[in-house]
């Protein structure tokens, strides 16, 4: 029995979705290829940090249905757990019964669903309407009161008027600290670079995010899990770890609010330090943090270990002091830009990357100069940049008919995008002339050039070698001269494969 499945938004759901394919080949289903026959079971790992994320999910599910009609569906993610009955009607106007959809999201067992799920269908046992996975399709909306603080285990949130400080605290309560139960990855199938969660959860409720209603509780694995399951995988052949999380700077920490941390040092340089020094392993890289999270320990370790990747990926969201504090952000634009200094100092040439977010609700053109002048300041090497996006249930949605017109958001998107092409090009051109070790990604066209990411996250194209026998270069760290910088990263030539 064939399965397909189909991952959108963040690294830590990308691993989820990774770890529930692990626990579906276990049970003796195998992946269907890409180009194959339909598949018996289709799983979609959705996304709800936006309004665009939901529609993305919405129109991969359409599109798993179409391929592989009269499967059964299994929705995880963040969407699923955000609004399980759009998902189902979805689902119904394609035909899907509900006594064959599976929801299987943060707010219950979810590896106790999986595994029940990868049994039944191991067995080719059909879906019955009574069962505990069958009974899985769009329920009726949960009844919070206002003056509750609780909701049921398995309860969706839905579009209701209860209270946004209501929500907070039924989400928070309600939230089971888990996910843990679905085991560690022994590969991450086509990735040459290997994520691997280490943290979930987030309770720090920024003014316009979603996901601390759709994650379980804040909670992290041991350094030993950790360490076990990234030698495994570089074993396997992955030459690079993404260390990842919800919050990942509240890696052994109960709470991702920081008032609420003891004085206790954190734990993550510890972390690092013991995945960087992994034998076989080309590099480790974190995959986002705040500024308070790059501690002075943090940042000693990646200056001493050459395997800790110069990168850092630190959103900013706005630069304006009145937006961060609106966003419910825990630093203002002077501990941003005093970080950045730091890591400068620290670290030769490293990469920052970030995230901002224009036309938040009250963003005034004063607002967003602050913006660009503190993007300016941090030069770049990359900006995702995306306008607001308002979400039911979240504290910016009572907001959002503060926010600029949407011909002002698109100018200032066209501003910013303007600004990330000469930063990243300024950027870029630092290293034309070196020689940089890349860890080359699988091709894309069989005769096409290859590409390879860098270790500050460049992207690195470069001719095949004559005479090449076809795939033996992915997965292989290479030493690359650079000759020139490229709108899309930088263009070389292969000098030599390394030994990982």
Known sequence: MRFSITTLGCKVNQYDAEAISHVLEAAGLCRAAPDGPGAELVVVATCCVTATAMRKSRQALRRAVRRSPGAAVLVTGCYGDYDARRIGAVLAEMGVPPEAVTFAGHHGDLAARVEQLARRLGRHEPASRDSAIGRTGPRAEPAWDDGSMSAPDDARITVSPESIRTRRLAAVKANVPGAAGLGAIERFADHQRAFVKVQDGCDAFCSYCIVPFTRPRVWSRTIDDVLAECRRLVVAGHGEIVLCGVFLGAFGRPTAVRRRWDGAPGRLPGLLRAVAGIDGLWRVRLSSLEPGDVTEELLRAAGELPTVAPHFHLPLQSGSPAVLKRMNRQYTPDEYRRTVERIAAALDRPALTTDIIVGFPGETEDD?????????????????AFPFSAVEGTAAWRRRHEAPP????????????????????????????????????????????????????????????????????TGRVVRLQIDAATPEGLAGRLCSRLGY
């Not at 967003?368 to 995702?384: N, P, Y």
């Open 406 to 473: 949407p011909d002002v958001v698109r100018g200032r998107m066209a501003r910013l995008a303007d600004l990330e092409r000469r930063l990243a090009d300024a950027y870029r051109r630092r290293f034309v002339g070196e020689t940089l070790e890349a860890l080359v990604e699988r091709p894309r066209r069989p005769a096409g050039p290859r590409q390879a990411l860098t270790d500050r996250y460049l992207t690195v194209r470069f001719p095949a070698p004559p005479g090449a026998a076809g795939d033996d270069l």
């Open 368 to 384: 967003f100069a602050a913006t660009l002048e503190l993007a300016q300041r941090a030069g770049f090497a990359r900006i995702h």
